[in-house]
């Protein structure tokens, strides 16, 4: 039987450079010169958390998920203060209240937005409205 270990897993090498703009999002340089950005939002929606990501799950199943309320926040979502998380992660406080995330390089690098959009594309569907007509 064999047992996968952390050594196999391939690890991201850490940002060269974060900026964390509180009421924005979090800018990140990666050592291939590629950059991410991931609004606050997206962070708080994407968070790693175990509540998170059964939430998401949830809603993939089942659109008209209730959602969880949250503590009244006043204002809006913004970060209140982040924190390295050894050297393989960051930890981000929300003003909402939820702190239990903490988002590893790896994670980061896939939910990258602009990673997501290009995927998302996909090759064009033929048949289209300005889609060549058979003849």
Request: hydrophobic residues 30%; charged residues 20%.
């Amino acid at each position: 039987m064999c047992v996968p270990t952390l050594l196999s897993t391939p690890m991201t090498t850490p940002p060269t450079h974060l900026d964390l703009k509180k009421d924005r999002g979090l800018s990140v340089e990666w050592p291939d010169g590629d950059s991410s950005y991931y609004s606050i939002a997206y962070l708080r929606k994407m968070s790693p958390s175990a509540e998170q990501r059964q939430l998401r799950e949830e809603m993939a199943k089942n659109p008209l998920t209730v959602l969880p309320s949250s503590p009244a926040a006043s204002g809006p979502l913004v970060a209140i203060s982040a924190e390295m998380v050894g050297n393989y992660a960051i930890r981000i406080r929300f003003s909402d209240g939820h702190d239990t995330g903490i988002y590893s390089w790896q994670y980061l690098r896939d939910i990258d937005p602009a990673r997501e959009e290009l995927t998302d594309a996909g090759p064009p569907v033929s048949g289209g409205p300005d889609a060549p007509k058979p003849g």
